[in-house]
């Protein structure tokens, strides 16, 4: 367990804690902006099909499960995996009939070696206890020519996005919590955000495409609209570029041994280069 994760304990019930895990209409919006990285950078087909039919899909910490049933609807064969057992049952109740959801840690992923054409890791690493052996048993599942989509908050954001107070995640943990009481959000600050430098250690067994700047660029394409103004789009690609590590969320595409395969984008993703972990 790294350090980080000493004397943290797992979030068994977070579709209970955190409301936003039960709006539909914004979850599956945020599928819709998934989808649209996966597919670009799985790109078509042998048929020359842009589709994930026929694909075998994870979402790892899926809760509620409407990611994974996003996933389902696109013709992947999904299936979603969280401890969080009140929104297993809510996902069963729903989507059950089309999408397996299973009861497992992220550290003991229960598929074979390689099987995952596709993975969603989508803002959990800062909510587990240990997020070194959850990414390590992801890369295990991942297929050779498989994708990661990845969106991660960061701990330099401005906004902490689960307590919506500014700089919470930059403080110490005894401050963090001190804050939380001031402020009447709770008495201890669970999550743990990384550096912008501690997620390329993180995922440094992966190589790393960066889509922030795609999406910053072209919201409309990448199905962002609702969160990302119009007007970001008519700011120069180099205005851009600088602005990309200040964003909120950082959008990468990890693989094992591939890369992004779909069109050209009028702003491409950016490779980031490799890191020793």
């Known amino acids: 367990m790294s350090a980080a994760g000493a004397g943290r ?14 709006d539909e209409r914004k979850r599956r919006q945020k599928a819709q902006k998934i989808l649209a990285v996966v597919r670009h950078a799985l790109g078509r087909d042998t048929l020359g099909r842009d589709t994930l039919a026929g694909l075998r899909a994870l979402d790892v910490g899926c809760s509620a499960g409407f990611i994974a049933d996003e996933l389902s609807l696109a013709g992947a064969h999904t299936t979603g995996v969280d ?14 009939e089309r999408v397996q959801f299973s009861l497992a840690r992220g550290e003991a992923l229960p598929f074979e070696d390689g099987s995952m054409d596709v993975v969603v890791f989508n803002h959990i690493y800062e909510h587990v206890v240990d997020p070194e052996a959850v990414v390590a048993d992801i890369h295990r599942v991942l297929s050779p020519t498989g ?27 005894q ?21 912008r430098a501690d997620l390329r250690r993180l995922f440094a067994a992966f190589d790393i495409w960066d889509y922030t700047l795609p999406v910053l660029a072209d919201s409309r394409a990448f199905a962002g609209t609702d969160q990302i103004p119009q007007w970001v789009s008519r700011v120069p ?17 990890a ?21 020793h972990p």
Do not use: C, N
């Open 9 to 22: 304990e797992e979030q068994l019930a977070y579709s209970e804690l955190m409301g936003a895990m039960l």
């Open 83 to 96: 401890i969080d057992e009140p929104g297993l049952i809510a996902a069963r109740a729903r989507f059950g």
């Open 147 to 173: 994708v990661l989509y990845l969106g991660i908050g960061h701990r330099h954001q401005v906004i902490e996005p689960h307590y919506k107070l500014p700089f919470l995640s930059w403080l110490p943990q």
């Open 175 to 195: 401050a963090a919590d001190r804050y939380m009481r001031l402020t009447g959000r709770g008495e201890h600050y669970y999550e743990h955000y990384y550096s």
């Open 237 to 253: 690609a180099p205005v851009l570029e600088r602005m990309a590590p200040m964003a909120p969320t950082y959008i990468w595409a």
């Open 255 to 275: 693989f094992k041994d591939a890369s992004p395969s779909g069109p050209e984008l009028s702003v491409s993703p950016v490779h980031l280069s490799p890191v």
